[in-house]
């Protein structure tokens, strides 16, 4: 079985943001950047899914240089080899262009399986993947928290709302959009690092038509978010003294206590 | 040339779901700014019972778009059809609520006419005829204001939360007109839905909640919230992670995909506010939250914040409150 990841660099989820000057932009020099959490959680199902029906994972990113962390990372905890479709801003194409991108760059593969995670921690546009599906004209499915995979034969549980599930079924070839916290990620051993480093890396270029498709979509500007409450932080930097005086708030002020 | 706003009603066999009222009263308020008239529509194999309820709101018409391959929802099924129903009716702007069927089909749909959504939208504001949407990126740290550059139509969905179910303004009747739709190959079979585990805690009855998020950084450390819940008689609760973790059930998950609570006073303990855990307790009385992140977006909706550490605040805080009840 053949499988794809698509895994995209993302900000680290604890990194302070700041504005640009044009206020269109976060200041990416000095940032730090991980793996979009639930793109980590699309590998291990893959890794898992290889491990049972055996295969090959190819791992698919998409970005500036840095992103080659993520592509070894990736062949690090067990991915086969990579493609990495290299470009600068190409993190602030549409989710339609993006998937275009990315459908041309993995299309000769024809692979088996297609996963995804189910949205971005930066953008979170969460409609890559689905249109990267209706792109290469595979059925799909989003928000999968369990894959059943054996042969052509595809059955998929999907997160529905306030704790309902359900399953679908199709066959493969298909795309999955993955849902973070579904299994327990693997670290890379020591072994897998040393063996990643043989591993192929095929950088492509993007088709510059694609990239200048119009995006339909323009952002403005970005700013932290407007309070919608006028929050009144206690103990000035002193959580124990915050504390004492959280309390006496919460009763004589709130009066929930 | 294109003209109205068509608006998206989703329910599972019938029943409605509420965001639609929601997405119903975004599109009343966008399309009244836009001048423009505004319809909705219903898929479905047989949705003749719930057409004149939605009928019942200040709408121009309802469509109701037929197949007997609508009866169940496909991501394959409700594509074709919507795309059917946007071409026939031409509209400069579809609304649709952002829910989980919605993230499902609505990209395709949206890639059928070139393009992408204009996803998950916490408000709108219409200037001088053309509208500037707003989402949370960053995992809601920071806000982004969107406008559309290019043709109709626009496709855009709504968070949930965004407008209100009742701000759905009642009409004096819209005119129900049925389409019969056509429907190309459904490549995925849906079983029925299920609930894993019938819910054992319900948390929405709860006057108190302490919610716990990654900030706890491990189980044993739970101790620490439970005493502060049992200090303030109310139930213990966590973010997303913590379910995931198993370290606390399911059950107790507050969130887009476990429970939504409104309780009086709400304690969210090293939750740094992601949308989704928002959406499920954004409604509680008092919001209280401890943090050691400034930027966290707890502290937008938060009445009372420290920033700190919670392994320091807590335990004084559960002491402090422990002298407070034993005075009153």
């Excluded at chain 2, 309802?62 to 391959?69: E, M, Q, R, W, Y």
């Excluded at chain 2, 049925?178 to 585990?197: C, D, K, L, N, Y």
Aim: glycine share 8%; charged share 25%; with cysteine.
């Amino acid at each position: 079985m053949k499988i794809i990841v698509m895994m995209k660099q993302v900000a680290n989820k604890d990194a302070i943001l700041r504005i640009n000057k044009e206020g269109t932009w976060i200041e990416e020099g000095d940032l730090s950047f991980e793996v979009s959490e639930s793109d980590g959680y699309a590998l291990e199902e893959a890794l898992r899914v290889k491990e049972k029906l055996g295969g090959e994972v190819i791992v698919c990113s998409m970005g500036p240089q840095r992103v080659k962390s993520v592509i070894k990372d990736a062949l690090a905890r067990g991915a086969d080899r990579a493609i990495h479709v290299v470009g600068d801003n190409l993190g602030h194409l549409s989710p339609y262009a993006a998937a275009g991108v990315l459908a041309e760059s993995i299309r000769e593969e024809k692979a088996d399986l297609v996963l995804t995670g189910l949205q971005s921690d930066d953008f979170g546009y969460a409609q890559t993947g689905v249109i990267l599906a209706e792109l290469l004209e595979l059925p799909h499915a989003t928000i999968v928290i369990e894959v059943d995979v054996s042969g052509e034969k595809l059955r998929v549980k999907r997160e529905l709302e306030s704790g309902w599930y359900q399953w679908y079924s199709m066959s493969t070839p298909a795309l999955l959009t993955i849902q973070s916290g579904i299994s327990q990620i693997r670290y890379a051993t020591l072994k897998g690092i040393m063996a990643a480093k043989k591993k192929e890396i095929k950088e492509v270029t993007p088709l510059a038509d694609i990239v200048s498709r119009p995006s339909h979509q323009k952002i403005d500007k970005i700013y932290l978010p407007q309070k919608t409450k006028q929050t009144q932080l206690l103990g000035n930097g002193d959580a124990k003294a915050g504390a004492v005086e959280l309390a006496q708030k919460l009763h004589t002020e709130a009066r929930v206590i | 040339m294109s003209e109205g706003t068509l608006v998206f009603v989703e329910h599972r066999n019938g029943a409605l779901n509420k965001t639609s009222l929601e997405a119903i009263a975004a599109a009343q308020s966008l399309g009244s700014q836009l001048q423009q008239p505004i319809s909705a529509v219903l898929l479905g194999s047989d949705v003749g019972a719930l057409a004149p309820e939605i009928a019942g709101y200040d709408l121009v018409k309802v469509v109701t778009a037929t197949n007997d391959k609508l009866a169940e929802y496909t991501p394959d099924g409700y594509t074709d059809a919507m795309e059917r129903v946007v071409r026939a009716l031409n509209p400069q702007l579809v609304v649709m609520p952002h829910t989980y069927l919605v993230r499902d089909f609505a990209p395709k749909l949206a890639a059928r006419f070139g393009k992408s959504l204009i996803s998950d939208c916490i408000r709108a504001q219409v200037t001088r005829g053309s509208i500037t949407f707003t989402r949370r990126i960053f995992l809601g740290k920071l806000d982004a204001d969107v406008v559309s550059d290019g043709e109709p139509p626009v496709f855009a969905t709504f968070q949930s939360g965004a407008y209100r179910p009742d701000q759905a303004a009642k009409g004096s009747g819209a005119a129900v007109e049925s389409m019969e739709v056509e429907v190309g190959e459904i490549r995925m079979t849906p079983e029925a839905p299920f609930q894993e585990v019938k819910q054992a805690v319900d948390l929405s009855k709860a006057d108190i909640i302490v919610a716990v998020g990654r900030g706890i950084k491990s189980k044993d450390n739970l101790a620490l919230a439970e005493k502060l819940a049992e200090a303030l008689g109310g139930d213990l609760a966590a973010s997303r992670p913590i379910c995931d973790a198993e370290w606390l059930p399911i059950d107790r998950q507050i969130g887009s995909s476990g429970q939504t609570v409104a309780p009086k006073l709400y304690v969210a303990l090293g939750i740094s506010g992601a949308i989704q855990h928002l959406v499920g307790m954004k409604n509680s009385g008092t919001i209280v939250a401890i943090n050691k992140d400034p930027e966290a977006p707890i502290f937008d909706i938060a009445d009372y914040g420290i920033v700190g550490d919670l392994f320091e605040a807590v335990p004084v805080l559960t002491e402090e409150i422990k002298k407070i009840k034993g005075l009153s």
